[in-house]
């Protein structure tokens, strides 16, 4: 009994391997058919605690960027491919997971950039079917040591 299942290991390790391995070739097929973007860091993270990970995704590629930052999307696995929950336009890591939640959701926390050359923390937050920015007053000091779960790197 004992060699069966050291045998049988392998192929269990092989078949989630190959699972993570199709999640993120048809994430990054999505990217580039829907968006035109092959440039991108992203994190798979359950969001609201349903068991199916999301997938928060920061652009990188000059086309999706601009002074104001780059291009942030959070997608849900929907029946053929995925659907688009959140978009911000004016992004810059890092990309981080609040333990606050929202409408059982929970809380994204990036930067953004007014006119000047000040840098503002904003939260992301569920509302109406999709996450919506909050922008705050409080300015990022880039040495600030980070307490919440870093998803994206800056």
């Given at each position: 009994?004992?060699?069966?299942?050291?045998?049988?290991?392998?192929?269990?390790?092989?078949?989630?391997?190959?699972?993570?391995?199709?999640?993120?070739?048809?994430?990054?097929?999505?990217?580039?058919?829907?968006?035109?973007?092959?440039?991108?860091?992203?994190?798979?993270?359950?969001?609201?605690?349903?068991?199916?990970?999301?997938?928060?995704?920061?652009?990188?590629?000059?086309?999706?960027?601009?002074?104001?930052?780059?291009?942030?999307?959070?997608?849900?696995?929907?029946?053929?491919?995925?659907?688009?929950?959140?978009?911000?336009?004016?992004t810059f890591g890092p990309v981080r997971l609040s333990p606050e939640d929202h409408n059982g959701?929970?809380?994204?926390?990036?930067?953004?950039?007014?006119?000047?050359?000040?840098?503002?923390?904003?939260?992301?937050?569920?509302?109406?079917?999709?996450?919506?920015?909050?922008?705050?007053?409080?300015?990022?000091?880039?040495?600030?040591?980070?307490?919440q779960d870093v998803l994206i790197a800056r």
């Amino acid at each position: 009994m004992r060699k069966a299942f050291i045998a049988l290991l392998p192929l269990g390790l092989i078949a989630c391997a190959s699972s993570w391995l199709d999640d993120t070739v048809a994430l990054s097929d999505h990217l580039d058919q829907t968006y035109d973007v092959t440039e991108y860091s992203s994190a798979a993270v359950d969001l609201n605690g349903d068991g199916v990970e999301e997938h928060v995704v920061l652009v990188r590629q000059p086309s999706h960027c601009g002074t104001g930052g780059c291009t942030m999307f959070v997608l849900a696995s929907a029946q053929e491919g995925f659907a688009e929950i959140g978009r911000s336009p004016t992004t810059f890591g890092p990309v981080r997971l609040s333990p606050e939640d929202h409408n059982g959701w929970q809380v994204l926390l990036t930067v953004e950039r007014d006119g000047a050359n000040n840098y503002f923390h904003t939260r992301h937050i569920y509302e109406d079917g999709s996450y919506q920015e909050q922008a705050s007053d409080g300015r990022v000091d880039w040495d600030e040591p980070l307490d919440q779960d870093v998803l994206i790197a800056r």
